[in-house]
């Protein structure tokens, strides 16, 4: 497969689409577009606030969305009600354009509380599993931590990290569903990733919109515990 095939948009919100919304703005979300240039086909990943504006950008570059990918539960990344603030996600794009939404198995019950979704409009999958995209392979990888079903993404050496992994930090885990000792094994499991992997991030946090896994292992103190009980100690609820 030839990388010229990769089509890859990162779109950040409050900027790039849901320019009035002020809570995009404040949330500086990132929503990832993935697919095949040949095919046309394409995935959104985590699409929240303006999601006609965000299937009006793909459309407008010649792709049609045929799936969704969710990292997380969370509101601000598929929609639902964030701190009394009702928030549009992805029930809001099925109306428009029906297609699968995969999510980590274990994010199921989550999801369905509180995105508007019903567990029949989801794919459900496990760690390892792969989504194909016209001839683009995107590989899921499951990162509990963030949340019990958190997932990433690992497509032509890119690994789109949801709030897992920041390029400074990472996720919370004083959430309900968080779980600190999860997390230590997650980020060890990105850590790993292939030298030269680079990492695109949930939310824009720190002026880069990527980095490689190797600078942020080297830079970001989410790794300078050197075991799990040093990362307990320091980040541990």
Known sequence: MSSDRLYLRQLLSGHDFAANDPIAQQMVNFVYAVGDRETSECVLIDPAYAVNELLDIVEGDGMR??????????ADHIGGNLMGHQLEGVATLLERCSCPVHVQRDETPWITRTSGLTA????????????????????????????????CFHVDGR??????????????????????????????TLAAMPTGTVVLPG???????????????ASNYVYRPTSKDQWLTMFGT
């Not at 969305?65 to 969370?74: M, N, P, Q, S």
């Not at 939310?203 to 292992?217: F, G, K, L, Q, W």
């Open 203 to 217: 939310h824009r946090y720190s002026p880069p919109y990527s980095a490689t896994i190797d600078d942020i292992r």
């Open 65 to 74: 969305v045929t799936g969704v990918l969710a990292t997380h539960f969370h």
């Open 159 to 188: 690994l789109i990290s949801g709030d897992t992994l920041f390029l400074d930090g990472c996720g919370r885990t004083d959430f309900p569903g968080s779980d600190p000792a999860a997390m230590y094994d997650s980020l060890q």
């Open 120 to 151: 029949d409009q989801l794919v459900q999958h496990d760690g390892g599993d792969t989504v194909q995209v016209g001839d683009i392979t995107i590989t899921l990888v499951h990162t509990p931590g963030h949340t019990p079903g958190s997932q």
